[in-house]
């Protein structure tokens, strides 16, 4: 994902992952990364991943149909992850 064109440069904001852009294996579930940010991962941090993982406790046991993921970002620095999902009867 592109940062909007309004933000400033360096600013957070909002990433948002459709259905063909995560896996979900177990409790964990991988983000694909874009050339763009596995570049910046990489010089920045010296990140050298394909992909990134985030671990949800006891989302394996959860009977859901995940269609939509965004992380939101917080005054503090931190995310939130947001799902949008559908439940399976």
Request: glycine content about 6%; charged content about 30%; hydrophobic content about 35%.
């Amino acid at each position: 994902p592109r940062p909007p064109r309004f933000k400033k440069k360096g600013s957070k904001y909002n990433i948002k992952y459709l259905n063909n852009g995560f896996k979900i294996e177990g409790d964990i579930i991988r983000f694909s990364i874009s050339g763009q940010q596995k570049e910046y991962l990489k010089a920045t941090y010296g990140i050298k991943s394909k992909y990134l993982y985030v671990k949800i406790k006891e989302f394996s046991q959860l009977n859901l149909k995940v269609k939509e993921i965004e992380f939101k970002p917080l005054k503090n620095g931190d995310y939130e992850i947001f799902i949008a999902h559908e439940v399976i009867a």
